[in-house]
């Protein structure tokens, strides 16, 4: 419904619009306004519970064309829904994860490739394109809660790894200790100062996963 500058309860019926709403004029000061239906989702005219049926199948991990056949709703519909959702889902992260208070953040990195494998990029694509081939999607969970405050999904460079660890600080109520696998990229971004504060447990851990591994 749209919030009208009125806020009176008696209102009497005055035809429709145009596109067929019902308006109504308040008895009290005569002001004219039409009640809208909320569209969760904008333009489309999909149904809405077919929608959250398809984004359910596709979370508990059904492929894109099984939803398809299952729902009936169009593979490119869905795609599109996909996008819509996954917008949704950063604007709420960004509005609720402020100001954590977390014990000890694990950073990694999942791996998986977009429309096909890295070595077969040409020469051009590996230099202009930066959303293709190898990629990764930049996670850390703390320990306690099992929160992910923040993730990025991009290319293994220095210059994300710095991206993510920024913006992992800006979410944060205070420094925590954090770990990563030292792996070179993570291993370049300084601004884990940001999150570590002053006395960084991080080079320690480092260490340990180091010194683990050289045992393997
Ligand atoms: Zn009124």
Redesign the pocket.
Known sequence: MIA?T???K??TSKGRDRKGQQRWT??????CFTNYDPKPLGEMQVNLDKAKLALRMLTEGMSLRATSRTTGIDRNTICKLLVLFGHACQRFLDDRMHGLKLTHLQFDEQHTTVLKKQARLTVTEKAERHDIGEMYIWTCIDQQTKLTPSFLVGKRSADNARRFMMDVAKRLARPAPHTSDAKRPSECSRPTTTIAGRRDTRTRAVRLVRSARARL
């Open positions: 009208t009125c806020q009176h008696r209102k308040c008895k009290d000061c005569g002001v």
